[in-house]
């Protein structure tokens, strides 16, 4: 396990919606002179997330959130731009209009072994989510699920610490969870010529970001990139 400066973040508004891809070229023109884009985004340019969900026994977690419940958690090991470089295991927790994400550091080597199945070890290090992460594999048998992939354009300004995202050409691995396969997330899961757009602040969307949003054609959603991309997998 690696250290690590961002074990829990406080919670955070997240508003998503579905945009199709001409609405988001206007927004882009509208956000690129006043908002800074995430130094992720080398060039300017998209970077790549892959992320493996993983879920219990009893697919607890897709079901929650097919049924809105209001209070859940998602569990993930998270890579970017296809490497191994830097690995995270990351929990996202849903209360009620709010997200907060714990996260840690962690190496390929225990990532494959999460991949495997096995929390050996997880509940005799000093880190709350891992230990909680040995606890759910332990009791409730969390397994990998489903891999999740996609190219994130992301803007940001201080105030509030404001987050616009593109979050564009969803795929999944169909049947694949092996999170370092160059070769995984061939396939959509879903019809629609869209995208994803996310909005993420701390108590109140800053007003003057508010008024760029304005008059582009967005539809409100309460998306799961995980539940889209279970389309293809069996449930218990």
């Not at 897709?62 to 990351?90: A, T």
């Not at 999740?148 to 049947?175: C, K, N, Q, S």
């Amino acid at each position: 396990m690696q250290s690590n400066k961002r074990q829990m973040l406080p919670a955070r508004h997240e508003l998503k919606y579905f945009v199709n891809p001409a609405e988001l070229t206007l927004l882009r023109a509208k956000l690129r002179p006043v908002l800074a884009m995430d130094s992720h985004c080398r060039g300017g340019r998209p970077y790549a997330i892959r992320s493996l969900y993983f879920d219990d026994a009893y697919d607890t977690a897709w079901r929650d959130k097919v049924d809105g419940v209001q209070n859940r958690d998602k569990y993930r090991i998270r890579i970017y731009n296809h490497s191994d470089s830097v690995i995270f295991l990351e929990r996202k927790r849903k209360m009620g209009d709010l997200i907060q994400k714990s996260s840690v550091r962690i190496t390929r080597r225990l990532a494959e072994q999460l991949m495997a199945g096995d929390p050996q070890g997880l509940d005799r290090v000093a880190v709350p989510l891992l230990n909680d992460m040995y606890v759910e594999m332990r009791t409730k048998l969390l397994r990998p699920t489903v891999l999740v992939d996609y190219w994130r354009e992301a803007y940001v300004h201080p105030a509030e610490t404001t987050r616009i995202t593109f979050d564009t050409h969803l795929r999944t691995g169909l049947f694949d969870r092996n999170l370092f396969d160059p070769n995984a997330a061939p396939l959509c899961p879903h019809d629609r010529n869209v995208e994803v757009l996310e909005v993420k602040f701390d108590r109140a969307l800053p007003p003057h970001v508010a008024a760029l949003l304005t008059g582009i054609a967005a539809e409100r959603s309460a998306i799961s990139k995980y539940v889209l991309c279970r389309r293809f997998e069996p449930l218990v």
